[in-house]
């Protein structure tokens, strides 16, 4: 009985024990609950909003490194529209550089794994994550030069994972790259800029300052970094190759299109031989024509050059010799023109015709007698009419591939450092190049055109209507007997308007330009401030070509 009674006590006592544990825990829920939301203090306040300028030092030392750089420092722009783009492009942007990447570094492990007994590295994942790079502020510098210089400011707290596996020994053991930080402070160039699709030819890139690296390394499973000594050996290692291989001035030279291609560079000179002219039709009436030729290349901005004037003759005979660069051989002709000079007036036209370059051999001079034509249309009955003809010897020189394969720079100097055969010896070619100007204003219109005045002799480019920045982008030559060392070339920026009268012609500023630096230097590009003008700038382009010696 008494067990009995024992039995039942038990089994009451458990069923009891339960609901008590039941009921606590959801009255002790209940009272938690109301105790936090009543004894709340009544002291608690909204935080005061300070200025940084009032922040102790101790609070500024904590919140500085996380202050954008363009509130820290006026020269970097704020670029939030480009975070808010590579936010929203970077499933697609992964995908992309992580395929150009594993093409580029598949071929570098390839050539160096026999040096170290490996079978094989293979790329098991790679994935950048799901967490973009910031641009902190990017700060832009404009050149002379036809570059465009960007120096941003990117911090990227990733979650890429990248695993390799290493097959080597029978083994293969795979490393995994996780949890990655980079702070950067590049300077991006794109040079040249070229007026073909994306505008730039080649991407330089710079690291002004030591990377901040941080990242995790785990092997087999196993953090490596982990291991005490090994975690701080390998940022510092990582961080001395980076700095070696591209710390500026180094650079990481990324080629984007063929830089010949892109400005239309040359690839070879045309050598155009103007031997002689035959049976010229009589343009004056009291005595004989005075001709001259004008040649050119077709799609060359360069102003055709010019043989001599032979006086009163129909049968001229010249024998002067150009050299003319040649930028597409396949598409491009040579231009040639016929007029009959005169003092007073516009010169008469006496004929023209057209060679096509791709009928030339290389370094093959070829001898052509051409009819001269009143213009290139074939069903023009005026054609058929005799004008004379014109005797030339061409030859196509192509560049070597060596000289091909130099920098764009270099290739577009290489066979203009030196003046044109026929450039009178001691002598030389001066080239002025008119880029453009900027903020120049008239005070009854502006309609900007600027003289050049060279010993005497004067060029122009042409009229700008209603533009206080304007661009012209146009070369000119000057040939001289002697290195124009003690001469000056003076440059005016001129306006003139026909429906001002009384007014039609207006100076916005000039400046007289010293010619002994660029006979020094061989090339100056620089701004020159415009005498009487109140904030007018032209960008002058000069080169200086000596005559080639003789041998």
Not at 486 to 509: A, P, Y
Request: hydrophobic share 40%.
């Amino acid at each position: 009985m008494i067990v009995e009674a024992l039995e039942k006590m038990s089994f009451f006592s458990t069923i009891f024990g339960f609901f008590g544990f039941g009921i606590g825990i959801s009255f002790g829920l209940v009272a938690g609950y109301f105790l936090f939301i009543y004894s709340e203090s009544a002291d608690v306040k909204d935080p005061e909003i300070q200025p940084l300028a009032n922040q102790d030092s101790e609070t500024l030392q904590r919140i500085t490194p996380e202050i954008p750089l363009w509130i820290k420092n006026p020269d970097f722009d704020r670029v939030d529209w480009l975070n808010r783009l590579i936010e929203y492009m970077w499933p697609y942007l992964d995908k992309a550089i992580c395929k150009t990447a594993e093409g580029i570094v598949k071929p570098m492990i390839a050539e160096q794994i026999p040096n170290y007994k490996i079978d094989s590295v293979e790329f098991e994942v790679l994935t950048l994550g799901s967490l973009p790079p910031t641009f902190q502020g990017m700060k832009v510098y404009i050149t002379d030069e036809k570059e465009l210089i960007m120096e941003p400011s990117i911090k990227w707290a990733g979650n890429p994972n990248v695993t390799v596996a290493v097959k080597a020994f029978g083994l293969k053991p795979t490393i995994q790259v996780v949890d990655l930080q980079v702070f950067l402070a590049p300077r991006v160039t794109l040079k040249p800029l070229v007026p073909s699709f994306p505008c730039f030819a080649n991407i330089f890139v710079s690291l002004m300052e030591k990377p901040h690296l941080d990242f995790g390394l785990k092997l087999v499973g196993i953090d490596l970094m982990s291991i005490p000594g090994l975690y701080r050996f390998v940022q510092e290692l990582i961080k001395d190759q980076v700095a070696n291989m591209y710390l500026w001035p180094k650079t990481l030279d990324v080629q984007i299109m063929d830089p010949a291609k892109a400005m239309r560079r040359a690839i070879g000179i045309l050598v155009v031989k103007v031997v002689r002219a035959m049976k010229l039709k009589k343009k004056d009436l009291l005595s004989a024509s005075d001709p001259y030729v004008k040649i050119k290349l077709s799609g060359d901005n360069m102003p055709a050059k010019k043989t001599t004037v032979k006086h009163k003759n129909l049968n001229p005979e010249w024998n002067e010799e150009f050299n003319l660069l040649v930028k597409d051989p396949e598409t491009q002709t040579l231009e040639f023109e016929v007029y009959d000079w005169e003092q007073v007036g516009r010169h008469d036209f006496m004929g023209m015709n057209v060679v096509a370059l791709k009928e030339l051999k290389e370094e093959e001079t070829k001898v052509i007698t051409q009819d001269l034509l009143k213009n290139m249309d074939p069903n023009d009955a005026a054609n058929d009419k005799s004008r004379g003809q014109i005797v030339m010897e061409l030859t196509y020189k192509a560049f070597k591939e060596e000289e091909m394969g130099k920098g764009f720079e270099e290739t577009e100097m290489m066979m203009m450092d030196k003046a044109p055969e026929g450039t009178p010896p001691g002598g030389g070619l001066l080239v002025v190049v008119v880029h453009e100007a900027q903020d120049v204003e008239g005070k009854y219109h502006t309609n900007p055109q600027v003289r050049l005045i060279f010993r005497g002799e004067e060029r122009k480019t042409k009229h700008v209507k209603k533009n206080r920045d304007p661009r012209w982008e146009e070369e000119f030559q000057f040939v001289v007997e002697e290195p124009p060392t003690n001469d000056k070339l003076h440059v005016e920026v001129v306006s003139t308007s026909s429906r001002n009268l009384l007014r039609q012609k207006e100076s916005l500023g000039y400046a007289d330009i010293s010619l002994a630096d660029v006979v020094t230097n061989k090339r100056i590009n620089e701004r020159y401030h415009l005498i009487d003008s109140k904030n007018g700038r032209l960008q002058i382009e000069l080169m200086w070509r000596p005559s080639q010696p003789a041998t």
